[in-house]
């Protein structure tokens, strides 16, 4: 089936450090979102994009919708230890109100 | 903040009874979800539901599994016959008319 593959699949930062992760598929999404989850909690929404190319923040968070449709990318600048946690992206099938979450990168900040 | 609430947070039962899990979507959204996390994996989507039916599932989403919306705010997943590979965190989420989604804290299920 559908996959949204996501790398790293972990990572150990410094305090102060800025983060790039990415999301890749094989077929087009009209729709990114980007998760973050802390252990024992439900997915919290970060970012949402919608148009190829758009680069969309949220404070330190800067999320980019890639001009392929095929990928996305989500850079957390000045990394701070509350950042800790699991990282998604997601998005709908096309036309659908069906989603795919992606497998995951599993951010850890050394303070 | 709206937001999403979840009921239980917890729930343990055994093999082969019913469970029924129930959420608070977000009131003025017209999109509700229900998905599934097994500890240290991805969140699967089961089902989405849309004008009180069910308008996708997935493949993990067979026979031992309905969702309700009984009024005008619940809406209940209920697994049939539950198996021991039904334990998992279960999350209700909501979205629309945008396909900004909204989750809840989650239900833990165990099943013994």
């Known amino acids: 089936g559908q996959q949204l593959n996501q790398s790293p699949q972990s990572m150990f930062i410094q305090e102060g450090e800025d983060v790039s992760m990415n999301c890749t598929s094989s077929s087009i999404f009209n729709t990114w979102l980007w998760y973050k989850q802390e252990p024992g909690e439900g997915p919290v929404l970060l970012i949402a994009l919608y148009k190829a190319g758009e680069l969309t923040s949220n404070g330190r968070l800067t999320a980019q919708f890639g001009i392929t449709r095929k990928d996305s990318f989500l850079n957390i600048s000045a990394s701070i230890p509350s950042d800790v946690g699991i990282y998604f992206c997601a998005g709908p099938l096309s036309g659908t109100y069906k989603y795919i979450f992606g497998t995951g990168t599993r951010l850890k900040v050394l303070a | 903040e709206p937001e999403v609430t979840q009921t239980p947070s917890h729930q343990v039962t055994q093999m082969g009874q019913e469970v029924i899990l129930r959420c608070v979507p977000i009131?003025?959204?017209?999109?509700f979800y229900w998905y599934r996390q097994i500890l240290g994996q991805k969140v699967e989507f089961l089902v989405s539901f849309y004008n009180n039916e069910i308008s996708e599932k997935s493949e993990i989403f067979d026979d031992q599994f309905s969702v309700e919306r009984p009024d005008g705010s619940n809406f209940t997943l209920k697994i049939r016959s539950t198996k021991l590979e039904d334990s998992a965190m279960y999350f209700c989420?909501?979205?629309?008319?945008?396909?900004?989604?909204?989750f809840g804290p989650g239900t833990r299920l165990t099943v013994t």
């Open positions: 009131s003025n959204h017209l999109y």
């Open positions: 989420a909501s979205s629309g008319p945008g396909y900004e989604q909204y």
